[in-house]
């Protein structure tokens, strides 16, 4: 029973296309992430929600949206896809209620590539 | 700001060789800090936590102690085996858990 699943898990598209990337957790968090790893691993913090309500905002291109219906679900819409949005994104949630010694659980990536 | 500064890889050793990947951060207040472990092909994992100073985390053989003199939290093993191979991050958790900051990354291999 997967904790953190993301969907799809590869995705490979053309620039200038628009493509979504859902993710879900059922471990009963209040608060989901998504994170860009480039090719060199660098892991880079995009957005946050807390119930719903977007808490963290990186500087990120305005063509990268993301959309929480509900607490269980994170989901992250990029238009006008370019060749540098090639990357892995991670999905994670924790509960922020636990402050900061709550950990972080991951979903396993999603690998996009741009041609 | 929040930062976590971790010793560059790669880092190549032979089992059963001592590792140490150094970790270095700089925070207002006492983080929480972590190391996670990513396997080729998957997501990050938690190997082990600690939430105040002097604490240690183990798991899996794997131990880091929380110095809040030095701000460190270096990870140490004293064998190691080909399947720990892997990408080790250093994180830490400040401001009720907002911000939760990555160090780059220090990819390890073993050689049997």
């Known amino acids: 029973d997967t904790a953190v699943s993301q969907t799809p898990k590869y995705l490979v598209t053309q620039m200038g296309n628009d493509k979504s990337i859902k993710c879900e957790q059922n471990?009963?968090?209040?608060?989901m992430y998504w994170y860009k790893q480039d090719s060199k691993k660098f892991l880079k913090i995009m957005f946050s929600?807390?119930?719903?309500?977007?808490?963290i905002n990186e500087t990120v291109p305005n063509r990268f949206s993301p959309k929480s219906p509900d607490k269980a679900h994170l989901n992250l819409h990029i238009n006008s896809l370019e060749l540098g949005d090639s990357a892995v994104y991670f999905c994670?949630?924790?509960?922020?209620?636990?402050?900061?010694?709550?950990?972080?659980?991951f979903g396993e990536g999603s690998r996009l590539t741009v041609l | 700001g929040n930062s976590v500064t971790q010793m560059e890889g790669p880092v190549t050793l032979s089992e059963e060789a001592f590792l140490t990947i150094n970790c270095t951060y700089t925070?207002?207040?006492?983080?929480?800090l972590f190391w996670y472990v990513q396997y080729p092909g998957e997501g990050l994992q938690l190997l082990l936590k600690?939430?105040?100073?002097?604490d240690k985390g183990s798991n899996k053989g794997f131990e880091a102690t929380y110095r809040k003199e030095t701000t460190s939290f270096h990870l140490e093993k004293g064998s190691v085996q080909v399947s720990d191979s892997a990408v080790y991050f250093c994180?830490?958790?400040?401001?009720?858990?907002?911000?939760?900051?990555f160090g780059p990354g220090t990819r390890l291999s073993v050689l049997p």
């Open positions: 994670a949630s924790r509960v922020l209620g636990q402050g900061d010694t709550g950990e972080l659980f």
């Open positions: 471990l009963g968090h209040d608060t």
């Open positions: 929600y807390n119930n719903k309500e977007l808490i």
């Open positions: 925070a207002t207040g006492y983080p929480s």
């Open positions: 600690a939430t105040k100073a002097d």
């Open positions: 994180a830490l958790s400040r401001n009720y858990g907002q911000n939760f900051v």
